[in-house]
């Protein structure tokens, strides 16, 4: 019995002990990080805030880094806001948004009139403000000395259709007699949606099913580095980190028939076309009239442009973010993408983003 | 008998032996090398990654927040106080229910019928439950803690925070005339969500100091002095609600916080925790119990001074496997918490969320940066270390418990 005794005794004290242990290393360390930013790192001068609150952003992934980007800068000036991010996909952002979980939803793509009527619905308002250009960069092989301008009618003879160009001189008699290896996007990912909103255009037509999908982004860069005869498309920002390894195709801007590469000069003044999005966060009236979140959004606006380019993608031009900023505070709700038939338009965002294309 | 049987062949006999001998000796040594190979597998695998990951083990990593700006000098320190934290509510959760319900399926066998199936029942499901995929329970995780069926009601911005049983305090938050500066007004109705000011009131500073508020009417001349400033408020103004949250702060539904993460954890590693202590309890040796049985102890005595005493090392080490399992996962708090990773700080009360450290090696590793994939695998490093400490921790533990008993 002695034995046992002792045996609960021991137990009894190594639990508090284990959470004692827990604890201290806890709070011990908890204190360094608030050193380090008591210390200033940045050149930053501007007074701190004692504004408070909570926001919360839920939506497109391809989004994600802007808004955190914009969300760490925001947190020094206003430290006592927490603003959380998060990066579950435009449709997933939209379902959230619709019944009133999150204030503002990211969104790389315009919002479809479905999740229009169930904002309606459930009696959300919002303002659609865009915040920056992600072009989609069509990608080769450096290796690959036959292509160098594409169009749209070529793009649509290598991915549209199980009866697709199997090889290179299928799509130009010109070009060499080998196989054409695709790497793409998952069919889950906006960038897909948007590819095939472009080369498909309007008819049911699909891509080709024999390409090699990846949601991984980086695999898509291995896949074309490393194979002569590959193409693949994904977002601007990852063909700038791996430009050495990758040759992006100059692409035939449909309306003035020159061909354009994908630099931040081409996307932002609109002759990359179609292959530039514009990429939005959709903010809710309701909770506009909170303090938090009005001066969070005007943050944004006035700091996305040169923070977008920090984090990858194409600053958008400064009348659009003026407009964009005019909207928020007059509180213009409606969006510019759907018409008053419900029919979705698109476009260059210049010409949709107008007043007379509002929609409440 | 045949001859054969009888009058073996010496050389036969002597051949047969070699061949044996050999194959034997071959058979050890192909166990040995397969032994190896998942030795070789975990030392390529090290060292991979500690060849990617090393230059980025740096304090900042220990010590700092993920940034999207300055990508060079990201952390981890939120990711691991937020692990450790989750992981403590997983244990907590499952352990006193791991173990009783295998005290109750071992020690308590039923006698009658109904019961006696009830009990094979649960033994079954157990087992069933140990198979499924973690990504399962994330999912339910997500109805039961975050959602709760809904039964408290959702929660909605600028609408209700559900059941707020402790812990909160709200305030209308008001824009002051000097830009960036807001007061506070204490909100008396939780329905109204808002407020206009239109006369002077009373509100309060971020430290709970009262102050009178001034109101500036449009068209007449604006103060100028900063002081005056801060406590007038333009006429018309609108206030939005605010909530001061108490480290105590609880809500129902659990929503996405690090509670909702443990218990969802929990979930996972319970089927484990169950079948290790019933393994334990069952190597108990019999003639212990029967001895205190036979000494006129009751079952509840005998589990609580016998059988449960003689089982610790057992149990803990099954604790030990569970909770290396319950920090790693990545999958089941993907779904419940959200692949939110900008978090700065440990959890400032019960319902905030966390970031866990497999969370943030996902994020990261996805990430086209050169510098996130190094950081990627430094982090993997840290969590190769922290696993380790624990694990250590327990086993010295158990050890202190196991001489104790003997």
């Known amino acids: 019995m002695a034995t046992h005794l002792k045996n609960m005794q021991l137990m009894k004290l190594t639990l508090p002990v284990a959470i004692a242990v827990l604890c201290a290393v806890g709070c011990g360390k908890s204190s360094t990080p608030s050193d380090d930013d008591a210390t200033p790192t940045s050149d930053e001068t501007v007074a701190v805030s004692n504004m408070a609150g909570s926001i919360k952003i839920n939506g497109s992934s391809t989004v994600l880094p802007i808004s955190n980007a914009v969300a760490e800068q925001f947190s020094k ?52 403000v865009p915040v920056a250009y992600d072009g989609l960069t069509i990608v080769i092989n450096p290796q690959n000395d036959w292509v160098d301008t594409l169009t749209v009618e070529q793009l649509q003879k290598i991915f549209v259709g199980e009866d697709a160009a199997k090889t290179w001189k299928d799509v130009d008699p010109s070009w060499p007699d080998e196989n054409i290896d695709i790497y793409a996007p998952g069919t889950g990912s906006g960038t897909y949606d948007y590819f095939h909103e472009v080369v498909v255009g309007k008819s049911d037509a699909e891509l080709r099913k024999d390409m090699s999908l990846n949601e991984d982004d980086n695999i898509l860069v291995k896949g074309v580095a490393d194979n002569k005869n590959a193409i693949g498309f994904f977002g601007v920002a990852y063909y700038e980190e791996s430009k050495d390894r990758l040759k992006a195709a100059k692409i035939v801007n449909p309306k003035d028939g020159e061909a354009y590469l994908p630099t931040g000069e081409n996307i932002a003044s609109g002759k990359y076309a179609p292959f530039s999005r514009p990429l939005f966060i959709y903010v809710s009236t309701a909770s506009l009239k909170r303090a938090e979140v009005q001066t969070f959004v005007d943050y944004y606006l006035s700091n996305v442009s040169e923070l977008c380019e920090r984090v990858g993608y194409v600053r958008l031009p400064d009348s659009i973010v003026e407009k964009g900023k005019s909207n928020v505070e007059n509180r213009v709700a409606g969006t510019h993408y759907i018409s008053p038939e419900g029919e979705t338009r698109s476009g260059a965002l210049e010409d949709i983003f107008v007043e007379s294309n509002l929609v409440k | 008998m045949p001859t054969a049987l009888t009058n073996q062949d010496a050389q036969y006999l002597t051949n047969n032996a070699i061949r044996r001998k050999r194959m034997s000796r071959w058979f050890y040594g192909l166990c040995v090398a397969i032994a190896f190979v998942s030795v070789l597998i975990l030392v390529v695998l090290l060292a991979a990654i500690w060849t990617q990951g090393q230059s980025r083990l740096t304090t900042d990593l220990l010590t700092r927040a993920h940034s999207e700006l300055e ?154 002095d900063e002081a005056t400033k801060r406590r007038t408020i333009e006429k018309g103004a609108i206030g939005g609600t605010i909530t001061r949250r108490s480290w105590y702060y609880f809500r129902l539904p659990l929503d996405k916080s690090f509670l909702s993460g443990g218990l969802t954890l929990a979930l996972v590693i319970l089927p484990i925790i169950i079948i290790a202590s019933q393994e334990a309890l069952r190597a108990v040796s019999p003639s212990l119990r029967e001895a205190s049985m036979g000494i006129g102890a009751t079952t509840w005595q005998t589990v609580r001074h016998v059988c449960l005493p003689a089982a610790v090392p057992g149990i803990m080490t099954g604790a030990i496997l569970a909770m290396g399992r319950a920090i790693g996962e990545a999958a089941p708090i993907l779904v419940v918490l959200g692949a939110n990773v900008m978090k700065s700080g440990a959890p400032e009360h019960l319902m905030d969320n966390a970031v866990t450290m497999p969370v943030l090696i996902f994020n990261w590793a996805g990430r086209q940066q050169i510098e996130f994939q190094e950081l990627a695998a430094a982090a993997i490093i840290v969590l190769l270390v922290v696993l380790l400490i624990l694990n250590s921790t327990a086993i010295i533990i158990r050890q202190k418990v196991q001489k104790a008993h003997t």
């Open chain 1, 77 to 128: 000036q206003y430290p006592e806001v927490s603003v959380s991010v998060d990066g579950a996909g435009t449709g997933n952002g939209f379902n959230d948004f619709e019944v009133k979980k999150t204030d503002i939803s990211d969104a790389s793509r315009p919002i479809k009139p479905g999740e229009k009527e169930k904002c309606e619905a459930n009696g959300v308002e919002f303002v659609e």
């Open chain 2, 71 to 224: 990508i060079e000098r990201s952390g981890m320190w939120p990711s691991i106080i937020g692990s450790l934290i989750v992981c403590f509510v997983c244990a907590l959760a499952a352990l006193p229910l791991g173990i009783a319900t295998a005290v109750f399926l071992e020690e308590f066998k039923p006698t009658s019928k109904p019961l006696r199936f009830v009990h094979g029942f649960i033994q079954l499901n157990i087992a069933n439950l140990a198979g499924v995929p973690s990504i399962v329970y994330g999912l339910l995780g997500l109805t039961v803690f975050v959602y709760m069926f809904n039964i408290f009601g959702q929660i909605k911005v600028n609408e209700s925070p559900g059941w707020e049983i402790m812990g909160a305090e709200h305030y209308y938050q008001v824009m002051t005339l000097q830009p960036g500066h807001v007061v506070f007004v204490p909100q008396e109705d939780s329905s109204v969500p808002e407020i206009e000011i239109t006369e002077p009131t009373i509100g309060v500073d971020n430290e709970g100091k009262q102050l009178e508020l001034a109101v500036w009417e449009p068209g007449t001349p604006r103060p100028k």
